[in-house]
């Protein structure tokens, strides 16, 4: 089964920082692009960050470019999220996504986790 769980979210303060991680299995890792997004109920979810198989290229949105960072360790099948200079409107839950387009890497199918929530206040 593939499985994808996150970690890391929490409380802060504007102005702070906080580091995301997200433990895959199931699936050929290396091989596969990952994402973290976030969403808010009602609302269509957010990307946040792509990530290429091999790390050499990431996207970003336009809200969180300059200050988010997303990484990968393969031979920890793990992939991370720095968040810094956090302001209170990244307040969210935050996922870990990964799309398996062949099956020579896994299940076909978009997976995530059961997220993590990402608070940002006074």
């Known amino acids: 089964q593939v499985q994808l769980v996150e970690s890391g979210g929490g409380l802060v303060q504007p102005g702070g920082s906080l580091r995301l991680s997200c433990a895959a299995s199931g699936f050929t890792f290396s091989s596969v692009a990952m994402n973290w997004f976030r969403q808010v109920p009602g609302k269509e979810r957010e990307l946040v960050a792509t990530?290429?198989?091999?790390?050499?290229?990431?996207t970003y949105a336009d809200s969180v470019k300059g200050r988010f960072t997303i990484s990968r360790d393969n031979a920890k099948n793990t992939v991370y999220l720095q968040m810094n200079s956090l302001r209170p409107e990244d307040t969210d839950v935050y996922y870990c996504?990964?799309?398996?387009?062949?099956?020579?890497?896994?299940?076909?199918?978009?997976?995530w986790g059961q997220g993590t929530q990402v608070t940002v206040s006074s």
């Open positions: 990530i290429t198989g091999t790390g050499g290229s990431t």
């Open positions: 996504d990964a799309v398996v387009t062949t099956v020579w890497f896994g299940p076909k199918g978009t997976y």
